[in-house]
């Protein structure tokens, strides 16, 4: 599997150590750029090496190294090694090891950690990468966006600076940006962070010409290691070819485990988390905390975990902070107001969090709760079906524009109150925003740009229990199962972008849609002719959905390189190369991971074979870029 790497030389991540007599420091990229490329295969013996070195109990045997393929015990040709190790705490040590022949280069690097360390070194995940496709890039310039994807391409200095960082060391540390520019001050405190004493005073950059450089890019072939597994990797984490239902499990503990820990004593959530600073930023959405307590709600019926539906319920608690009161049509209604704005799908997201909250724990006020908020919506839509998407408050104006979600929103909100208070005035408020939307704002529409309606088809999903005449809502969601797939990532540029969705694919973006196609499947399977056909593309789609997803969340090969492992595991970033985790990312991915294993357990199906990359031509038309 390829891999891409960036190097910092390990004397500059450590410190100034000894060397093992067996190591070359002379050796640097203008060396191993013309050594043979390993294979996957003996990458993998060489991981396997290093963990029984510094993995294995402390009473084990030289006879149980693992046996060495003939091309790794007899290389002898100018080798570099990466070893990344971390302890769950801290941020990883990254040594960088230098010598003719792989083992004697993991030797060196392995050395160099256990001097650094000072006592005891006893690492839990351990990440190799080896430096497999080498390009020398000739007087660049720094000023300017660079070519090579950081999340693909190490960077390197010459051999006199011995610079260079794996990719994962050029996101955490920012050293390049989202946008491809580099910032040598980011470099320098990634130096001294990583220990490297008067990084400032004797600057690497005295005397360097940042408009003509000359660096050297390269990639990797990268294993993560710990005391169970040896797992290759693409882009710093690992793909996904097979989805258990054990894996799908563990996943979604991971997820409500992170939106556990992020709601406070308070029950605010850590709204916006940048990993890479350690940071929370000062921004919040009610509507995504509500989606939030949501998912947590799902996560407690599967998981039954007391902490977690607590959690859940300090999140409801801090809400009322937000809440006011307004009367409509005589009656006095509950809002969530945020800078004097009331939002549809805000209350819609309250409504349906609450009632999910009522079903689990049977608490009657809380169902009654959600039921006022029922009304808040019914008091948004109009004789038509059509609902008011933003009010003002206290005064209720009406304000432009519509968003493309809230209507589905409220549709499905409505579906979930009236499973703990089946009233017919919420069951009728669905029914006609649905016809609105299918009769009115989709009618005519070409499937290719129907509106990626994702919460339209699960509300879909719920009313045609309810309905009497089926066709034409059958029909709808037929239509937006295939809108949602159409555009889906199945002939990848990269072989990590099967599944996602837009350029570059984001991991909210595939929640929602694996969602609504795992709802609309449940909608279609059971219906014949072009239904079926429909339900079996929506299954397809939402399995490549997942498999992208899974890569967006944290693991200990990935969390390892920033300031707090364990605050990050679990969580789902914003894209494969942006680390920014918000609780909407978290709460989508979790609720469609939810999905998926229910779906799965109710088919009694193990595992799904993920679909494989199309070719080119047979993949249809190409992902268009969000609006």
Not at 118 to 138: A, G, Y
Request: some cysteine.
């Amino acid at each position: 599997m390829r891999r891409l790497a960036i190097l910092l030389p390990a004397a500059l991540l450590i410190g100034i150590l000894p060397r093992p007599l067996q190591a070359d420091p002379t050796i640097w990229f203008e060396d191993a750029r013309h050594s043979p490329a390993f294979s996957d295969d003996s990458v993998r013996s060489a991981a396997a090496y290093v963990r029984h070195r510094l993995l294995a109990p402390a009473d084990a045997a030289p006879a149980d190294l693992p046996l060495m393929p003939a091309a790794v015990r007899d290389d002898f040709f100018p080798r570099i090694l990466f070893i990344s190790a971390g302890d769950g705490v801290r941020t990883a040590r990254v040594a960088a090891g230098t010598a003719r022949g792989i083992l004697k280069t993991a030797d060196d690097a392995i050395a160099q950690l256990r001097l650094a360390a000072k006592t005891d070194f006893k690492p839990r995940w351990l990440k190799i990468d080896v430096p497999d496709t080498i390009l020398v890039q000739e007087q660049l310039d720094l000023t300017r966006r660079l070519e090579f994807e950081r999340s693909l391409f190490g960077l390197a200095f010459p051999r006199a600076m011995r610079i260079a960082l794996i990719p994962e060391d050029l996101i955490a540390g920012n050293v390049i940006n989202h946008e491809q520019g580099f910032f040598p001050e980011q470099l320098t405190a990634y130096l001294e962070a990583r220990g490297v004493k008067e990084a400032k005073a004797n600057s690497w950059l005295v005397g360097l010409k940042l408009e003509a450089v000359t660096v050297f890019r390269f990639s990797t072939r990268s294993f993560y290691v710990d005391a169970s597994e040896i797992v290759p990797l693409y882009r710093g984490h690992r793909q996904f070819p097979r989805l258990t239902r054990d894996e799908l499990k563990a996943a979604a503990r991971a997820a409500a485990d992170y939106l556990a820990r992020s709601v406070g004593n308070s029950g605010q959530f850590a709204y916006l988390y940048q990993p890479d600073h350690n940071k929370v930023l000062d921004e919040y959405m009610m509507l995504e905390h509500f989606g939030a307590v949501l998912a947590m709600v799902e996560a407690y019926e599967l998981f039954k975990d007391d902490d977690l539906l607590a959690a859940a319920k300090r999140a409801v608690d801090f809400a009322d902070n937000a809440i006011g009161h307004w009367t409509q049509d005589g009656a006095r209604l509950p809002v969530v107001v945020e800078r004097n704005q009331v939002r549809l799908g805000t209350q819609a997201l309250a409504a349906a969090a609450l009632a999910r909250l009522a079903a689990v724990t049977g608490d009657k006020k809380i169902a009654e709760r959600a039921s006022a908020f029922a009304a808040t919506i019914l008091s948004a839509e109009r004789e038509n079906g059509e609902f008011v998407h933003y009010q003002t408050f206290p005064r209720g104006q009406a304000r432009d524009p519509e968003h493309p979600d809230f209507a589905g929103q409220a549709i499905a909100a409505l579906m979930l109150v009236h499973k703990v208070d089946p009233q017919p005035r919420w069951l009728g408020c669905a029914q006609r925003a649905a016809k609105h939307l299918i009769t009115v704002r989709d009618k005519g529409v070409p499937i290719a740009k129907l509106p990626g309606d994702h919460w339209l088809l699960r509300g879909l999903a719920h009313l045609h229990r309810h309905a009497d005449d089926g066709g034409p809502l059958l029909d709808h969601a037929g239509r937006l199962t295939q809108a949602l797939a159409m555009n889906q990532h199945r002939a990848p540029a990269y072989t990590d972008w099967l599944g996602g969705y837009y350029s570059p694919p984001g991991a909210m973006t595939a929640a929602n849609r694996t969602g609504a196609l795992l709802a609309g499947y449940r909608l279609l399977r059971d219906k014949g002719g072009d239904h079926r056909t429909n339900a079996i593309a929506a299954l397809d789609a939402a399995i490549a959905g997942m498999a992208f997803q899974l890569q967006c969340q944290f693991r200990p090969e990935n969390a390892m390189y920033y300031k707090d492992p364990h605050r990050v595991l679990g969580a789902f970033r914003e894209s494969l190369t942006s680390p920014a985790v918000r609780i909407d990312f978290v709460s989508q991915n979790l609720t469609a991971l939810l999905d998926l294993y229910r779906l799965m357990e109710e088919e009694k199906i193990a595992g799904f074979a993920v679909p494989k990359p199309q070719r080119p031509e047979d993949a249809g038309p190409g992902p268009a870029s969000p609006k």
